[in-house]
C-alpha cells in the first residue's frame, strides 16, 4: 500500500500549471488555488478541476455551478499565494489583481495567461476530492506569454523570455 506522503511526495515532481480557480453566484465569490486541473476534451470544451471537500469555500462552488479557472502568469505569485492561503478572507483575496466577468459571472482576472469561464456539468467524488467536470462557455486570453508552474514544491518561469 502507498503511503500518502509518499505519493504527494512524488506527486511533487509533475510540472504543473499554477490556476486560481473562482466562483460568484448565490453563495457569493470565492476562490482557491489549484493545480489539478486539465483539459478533458473539445467536443464539447471540458476541462476537469479538482478540489479538496475539506476546503472552506468548496460548498459555495457547488451552490453556484460556475467557475473559472484562471491560469496564471509570472507575475502573478502572490495571487497564487493570496488563495492558497487561509489566512486570506474571501473579500481580501479578491482585492489583490482586476477582475471582471465573462458569462457565467465567475470572476476572471483580467491579466491572467488564459481564463475558462464554465458550467460546472457533473460532479463526482473521489476519496478526499470533488471531481468537477467543467463546460467551457467563454474563453479570454491575455499578451502574456510566461506561464506560473510548481514543480518539486516551488514557483517556477516556463515560456518567452524577453531580452534586453
Not at 481580501?92 to 458569462?103: I, N, S, V, Y
Not at 471531481?131 to 516551488?154: G, K, P, W
Amino acid at each position: 500500500m502507498i503511503e500518502a506522503t509518499d505519493f504527494r511526495n512524488a506527486m511533487s515532481w509533475l510540472t504543473t500549471a499554477v490556476n486560481v480557480i473562482t466562483t460568484q453566484g448565490a453563495a457569493g465569490m470565492h476562490g482557491f488555488t489549484a493545480s489539478a486541473v486539465c483539459s478533458v476534451t473539445d467536443t464539447p470544451p471540458t476541462v476537469l478541476v479538482c478540489m479538496n471537500q475539506s476546503s472552506r469555500s468548496h460548498a459555495h462552488f457547488i451552490a453556484n455551478k460556475v467557475l473559472s479557472v484562471n491560469v496564471l502568469s509570472t507575475q502573478h505569485e502572490q495571487i497564487s499565494n493570496a488563495f492558497a492561503s487561509s489566512k486570506f478572507s474571501s473579500e481580501a483575496r479578491f482585492k489583490l489583481g482586476e477582475w471582471k466577468t465573462l458569462e457565467t459571472g465567475a470572476p476572471i482576472l483580467e491579466d491572467a495567461l488564459v481564463s475558462f469561464d464554465c458550467q460546472i456539468d457533473q460532479i463526482q467524488t473521489v476519496g478526499t476530492h470533488s471531481i468537477f467536470m467543467c463546460r467551457v462557455v467563454a474563453i479570454q486570453q491575455s499578451q502574456q506569454e510566461e506561464s506560473l508552474v510548481y514543480f518539486n514544491r516551488a514557483y517556477h518561469q516556463v515560456g518567452q523570455l524577453e531580452t534586453a
